[in-house]
């Protein structure tokens, strides 16, 4: 038997190429590893408030194809690696709050922080992640929720990315 035949034999036959290559230096990869990076094209602005308002990001690579419409869709049960980071702007001091989420099937994780800095805030990066427990076909998203204030906040600079962990 071949070393390929050998793999799908292991796999339960549902085998569609190389799942694990070493090159000559011992480098790993897997082809086939649930990946994704989501970057904004261009500026969301005056975001709504009181109001989820989805972060749109267009696709920058998708490797597995699980990836569109600013949603990732889980093609397999098990621990994923989520990020996201924000460039906002023109923040409103009298929000009582900015709320940034990354929304799975499973649970929220919430980012959370106080637009007072005494004045409209010019500029503001938000950035963070998770690992987050995820079955096939549950979804992420990023989110974002101003509370109250006035619709002047703008997203000038997103993006998502994950993969698959273990």
Known sequence: MSRQSDLAELAGNNFNGDAILVDAAGHVTKPLQPAFLGHSTSNQTNVAIN???DVI???????NADFTSN???????????LN?????????????????????????????????????????????????DMDASDTAKITIFQGGGTAQMDINGASFSGSLAC
């Open 51 to 53: 109001t989820r308002v």
């Open 71 to 81: 949603t990732f869709t889980a093609p397999v049960t098990g621990r994923y690696q």
């Open 84 to 132: 996201f980071s924000l460039r906002l702007e023109a923040i409103d001091s009298a929000a009582n709050f900015v709320q940034i989420r990354i929304t799975t099937s499973n649970r929220d994780y919430e980012f959370i922080f106080d637009p007072d800095f005494g004045q409209d805030n010019a500029y503001y990066s938000v950035a963070g992640g998770v690992v987050a």
């Open 57 to 63: 990001v267009a696709e920058v690579f998708d490797q």
